[in-house]
């Protein structure tokens, strides 16, 4: 799925819940992320190329 699609459906989610808060919507684009394969281990190496990442 692409990232535009990803994108779309979590806004379409969010469109229908008005007064859905922050926190909420941080959990649903944790989930719509996770489904499409950033919780894989695989992509803990982008947490390494992080500029913001203290050593």
Excluded: C
Excluded at 37 to 45: I, Q, S
């Amino acid at each position: 799925m692409r990232d535009f699609e990803v994108t779309e459906r979590a806004q379409s989610v969010i469109e229908i819940e008005e007064d859905i808060d922050a926190e909420a919507t941080y959990r649903l684009a944790m989930e719509v992320f996770g489904k499409d394969g950033w919780n894989d281990p695989a992509m803990d190496t982008y947490n390494e190329l992080d500029p913001r990442r203290q050593s």
